[in-house]
């Protein structure tokens, strides 16, 4: 009796929280849901797009010269990324679209000026 005047007086002073990770579980659930529901290009594509943005933010960290630390770093962010993935994606294929991912990467850094300096600035930062 005790133990449930207790949780009932739980609930009530927290019910906000408890409305609140309801709503987080509810919009983790449908955005899983919605990801798997598409079509597995679809899914690939949205991976690969997340994947641009591991492979800059790696070369902004390391800098060059450094392709396998590189490799490694991005593949710590998709597992923490995607935890799911790494069950059905194997190191070697996730490899080989890390490498499709930065022949792109590549045209995007010689073609545009501001990502350049987005890379270089914390690439001279660290150098100094």
């Not at 987080?24 to 529901?37: N, Q, S």
């Not at 597992?79 to 022949?103: C, G, R, T």
């Not at 990502?115 to 100094?128: F, G, L, P, R």
Request: net charge neutral.
């Amino acid at each position: 009796m005790k133990g449930d005047l207790i949780m009932v007086e739980f609930i009530v002073k927290n019910w906000y929280y408890l409305i609140i990770l309801l709503a987080i579980v509810v919009v983790g659930v449908y955005l899983a849901v919605a990801f798997f529901k598409m079509p597995t290009n679809a899914q690939i594509a949205k991976v690969k797009e997340w994947l641009l943005y591991a492979v800059a933010k790696a070369e902004k960290e390391l800098g060059g010269g450094t392709g396998k630390l590189k490799l490694r770093y991005v593949y710590d962010m998709f597992i923490a990324k995607f935890p799911y993935l790494v069950q059905v994606i194997s190191f070697e294929s996730f490899s080989d679209l890390v490498d499709e991912v930065l022949d792109k990467f590549k045209d995007i850094l010689s073609s545009n000026k501001a990502v350049q300096m987005y890379i270089e600035s914390e690439v001279n930062k660290n150098e100094s």
